[in-house]
């Protein structure tokens, strides 16, 4: 059957912003990069050699947890968020707090591995069962795994698998959701999609994908919801009205208050110990604190960088790690100063991201120096341009002709769930390059006023920041390459888009994506953000939050995965 081709243009640049800065405000990521099937580096060989195994099988020690004996099934885990869930269905939400909760329902074809604390996890199966790619890398076959129910009671087949992918990216399709816009990143290069029979399912692209298993993989962007349950309840109904295959099943949402689930008794695989979960959204950072402390929850999320050593001197477990956030800030080279790379590159050199790392977020947080962060096949942790030398930045700045600095303004929010600290920060870089003779004033607004001014003004800010961020090498693709941004666009930073492209930074990122070999991929990514951040200095990271969650001690199996979403089928609690 052929099916339409994507149109790269069908992502603006105004779609990437609001992706962008929807998913900071509760917590964000997409995929991570493909890791090779049967732990093969090339597409010719990527055959997954695991059938029937669940995912996780052999997790790693996570971080703080205390000794276990053996998990015993029971109980109900009550786990306090920073933030609210957007929506409940898998194609549509842009929040943290959402795609942690959606994973918990919705399953993909395949999915990263979430036993694994560090590193690259690989990508391990989930719906499929096997997948193969042709050795050119244009075709992917699909092996599905059959037994499997949906919530509902319907059949998990390629018939369904066929109406979710329609849903995203079909226009002409009954299943077809505007709204679902994951597909747009996932399915852009498809050229024919069929299901040969109902076990097995096939999509071929017009070029190379490398990222292909992780957009489809990560989080939930491809998780499979009943076909029936679409029909029956309509495509603006899903989120209210949820139905997957997951270890857990959708009960109830009294939203702003709770969202409660329960243990799939007919999961194909192992079933989670848990009876039932439940997620408060508590917004406010003290309140969440008085829960944990009065055991009103027994999981927090979010935790106060200051309170994290007192709550662990109670008695409560921490558990912390590297995970795909950055919290970056994109000058503005429409702005007098902005314009000229030497106090862009000044800039970059005065702020002290060690500083803001150990004082603001008492180690909570590790410095970020470029735009892939850990996850992302590509990311190195000793790749560190511009260390804090205020010298250095005087000495640029005189050289472009501000021997005694100026003043411009600096564009943020005060706070943000997914991105913590936010005006701590922001106020922290102000008194920074004060020091060099820049005098920044903030101009710190709350969230929903700060997305109208990057999207409808061009102000005068020299920088606006934002945090979110994957365990993939594309997310420099969805930041730098030009033709995921317009010249239309209000908010646009005027580095790069279609109308005026950096041609060397793309060329750079699409043989990235392209190549069909993980080396060759990655040393192309690590120059694109070497361009970017070194050479252009067209953005300045700050810190990857290492995304620090408290619990009760009778609390085990929780493991911190390299990702925003873990696997809460481990979780019990021993009482």
């Given at each position: 059957m052929e099916l339409h081709t994507l149109s790269s243009h069908r992502i603006t640049?105004?779609?990437?912003?609001?992706?962008?800065?929807?998913?900071?405000?509760?917590?964000?990521?997409?995929?991570?990069?493909?890791?090779?099937?049967?732990?093969?580096?090339?597409?010719?060989?990527?055959?997954?050699?695991?059938?029937?195994?669940?995912?996780?099988?052999?997790?790693t020690a996570p971080q703080g947890e205390a000794e276990a004996g053996d998990p015993k099934s029971g109980g109900t885990l009550v786990w306090g968020m920073g933030g609210d869930a957007d929506a409940l269905d898998p194609h549509t939400t842009n929040a943290w707090a959402a795609w942690r909760q959606s994973t918990m329902m919705y399953e993909s074809l395949v999915r990263k591995d979430l036993s694994v604390t560090e590193g690259t996890p690989e990508i391990v199966p989930l719906l499929a069962e096997s997948w193969e790619a042709t050795e050119d890398g244009l075709t992917w076959t699909f092996k599905l795994r059959e037994g499997v129910k949906f919530h509902d009671g319907t059949d998990f087949d390629s018939a369904a698998v066929m109406a979710n992918y329609e849903r995203m990216s079909v226009a002409d399709s009954k299943f077809y959701y505007e709204t679902a816009w994951h597909g747009q990143f996932a399915f852009q290069y498809a050229t024919e999609v069929t299901a040969p029979d109902a076990f097995t399912w096939t999509i071929t692209h017009d070029r190379p994908v490398a990222e292909f298993l992780s957009t489809i993989g990560d989080y939930y962007w491809f998780g499979i919801a009943s076909p029936t349950q679409i029909e029956k309840v309509g495509n603006e109904n899903l989120a209210a009205n949820p139905s997957g295959t997951g270890p857990?099943?959708?009960?109830?949402?009294?939203?702003?208050?709770?969202?409660?689930?329960?243990?799939?008794?007919?999961?194909?695989?192992?079933?989670?110990?848990?009876?039932?979960?439940?997620?408060?959204?508590?917004?406010?950072?003290?309140?969440?604190?008085?829960?944990?402390?009065?055991?009103?929850?027994?999981?927090?999320?979010?935790?106060?960088?200051?309170?994290?050593?007192?709550?662990?001197?109670?008695?409560?477990?921490?558990?912390?790690?590297m995970t795909p956030q950055v919290a970056y800030y994109r000058f503005q080279f429409r702005n007098e100063y902005g314009k000229d790379v030497r106090i862009r590159q000044a800039i970059s050199y005065a702020i002290n991201r060690e500083a803001i790392a150990r004082d603001l977020f008492r180690d909570s947080a590790i410095p970020a120096y470029g735009l892939l962060s850990p996850g992302a096949p590509a990311y190195d942790?000793?790749?560190?341009?511009?260390?804090?030398?205020?010298?250095?930045?005087?000495?640029?700045?005189?050289?472009?002709?501000?021997?005694?600095?100026?003043?411009?303004?600096?564009?943020?929010?005060?706070?943000?769930?997914?991105?913590?600290?936010?005006?701590?920060?922001?106020?922290?870089?102000?008194?920074?390059?004060?020091e060099v003779g820049i005098d920044l004033e903030l101009e710190l607004t709350e969230w929903v006023t700060y997305l109208g001014i990057i999207f409808r003004e061009r102000t005068d800010m020299i920088m606006w920041g934002t945090a979110w961020g994957?365990?993939?090498?594309?997310?420099?693709?969805?930041?730098?390459?030009?033709?995921?941004?317009?010249?239309?666009?209000?908010?646009?930073?005027?580095?790069?888009?279609?109308?005026?492209?950096?041609?060397?930074?793309?060329?750079?990122?699409?043989?990235?994506?392209?190549?069909?070999?993980?080396?060759?991929?990655?040393?192309?990514?690590?120059?694109?953000?070497?361009?970017?951040?070194?050479?252009?200095?067209?953005?300045?990271?700050?810190?990857?939050?290492?995304?620090?969650?408290?619990?009760?001690?009778?609390?085990?199996?929780?493991?911190?995965?390299?990702?925003?979403?873990?696997?809460?089928?481990?979780?019990?609690?021993?009482?």
């Amino acid at each position: 059957m052929e099916l339409h081709t994507l149109s790269s243009h069908r992502i603006t640049r105004r779609t990437m912003l609001r992706l962008g800065a929807l998913a900071s405000i509760s917590s964000v990521v997409l995929p991570g990069l493909l890791a090779a099937c049967g732990g093969d580096d090339d597409f010719g060989n990527n055959t997954n050699t695991n059938p029937g195994s669940t995912p996780a099988a052999e997790a790693t020690a996570p971080q703080g947890e205390a000794e276990a004996g053996d998990p015993k099934s029971g109980g109900t885990l009550v786990w306090g968020m920073g933030g609210d869930a957007d929506a409940l269905d898998p194609h549509t939400t842009n929040a943290w707090a959402a795609w942690r909760q959606s994973t918990m329902m919705y399953e993909s074809l395949v999915r990263k591995d979430l036993s694994v604390t560090e590193g690259t996890p690989e990508i391990v199966p989930l719906l499929a069962e096997s997948w193969e790619a042709t050795e050119d890398g244009l075709t992917w076959t699909f092996k599905l795994r059959e037994g499997v129910k949906f919530h509902d009671g319907t059949d998990f087949d390629s018939a369904a698998v066929m109406a979710n992918y329609e849903r995203m990216s079909v226009a002409d399709s009954k299943f077809y959701y505007e709204t679902a816009w994951h597909g747009q990143f996932a399915f852009q290069y498809a050229t024919e999609v069929t299901a040969p029979d109902a076990f097995t399912w096939t999509i071929t692209h017009d070029r190379p994908v490398a990222e292909f298993l992780s957009t489809i993989g990560d989080y939930y962007w491809f998780g499979i919801a009943s076909p029936t349950q679409i029909e029956k309840v309509g495509n603006e109904n899903l989120a209210a009205n949820p139905s997957g295959t997951g270890p857990f099943r959708f009960v109830e949402r009294v939203e702003g208050q709770r969202t409660k689930f329960e243990r799939n008794e007919d999961y194909w695989g192992e079933k989670a110990y848990l009876d039932e979960v439940i997620i408060r959204p508590i917004l406010e950072d003290q309140a969440r604190v008085v829960a944990l402390q009065t055991g009103e929850i027994d999981l927090m999320s979010d935790p106060p960088p200051d309170v994290i050593q007192s709550l662990i001197d109670e008695g409560f477990t921490l558990s912390d790690g590297m995970t795909p956030q950055v919290a970056y800030y994109r000058f503005q080279f429409r702005n007098e100063y902005g314009k000229d790379v030497r106090i862009r590159q000044a800039i970059s050199y005065a702020i002290n991201r060690e500083a803001i790392a150990r004082d603001l977020f008492r180690d909570s947080a590790i410095p970020a120096y470029g735009l892939l962060s850990p996850g992302a096949p590509a990311y190195d942790p000793d790749w560190k341009p511009f260390p804090y030398d205020p010298d250095k930045a005087r000495e640029l700045l005189a050289e472009a002709g501000y021997p005694d600095g100026f003043k411009t303004k600096l564009l943020g929010v005060p706070t943000a769930s997914g991105w913590p600290q936010a005006g701590a920060v922001a106020q922290f870089i102000k008194d920074n390059l004060a020091e060099v003779g820049i005098d920044l004033e903030l101009e710190l607004t709350e969230w929903v006023t700060y997305l109208g001014i990057i999207f409808r003004e061009r102000t005068d800010m020299i920088m606006w920041g934002t945090a979110w961020g994957m365990p993939t090498n594309f997310f420099v693709n969805i930041q730098a390459e030009s033709r995921y941004r317009s010249e239309q666009d209000a908010g646009d930073a005027g580095y790069t888009n279609r109308e005026n492209p950096n041609v060397e930074l793309d060329e750079f990122l699409v043989a990235g994506s392209e190549a069909t070999d993980t080396a060759t991929s990655n040393e192309l990514y690590r120059k694109a953000n070497e361009k970017a951040m070194v050479e252009d200095c067209a953005f300045v990271a700050i810190t990857h939050d290492k995304l620090p969650h408290l619990m009760k001690p009778s609390l085990k199996g929780f493991v911190h995965s390299v990702n925003v979403n873990y696997d809460l089928t481990k979780l019990w609690i021993d009482e």
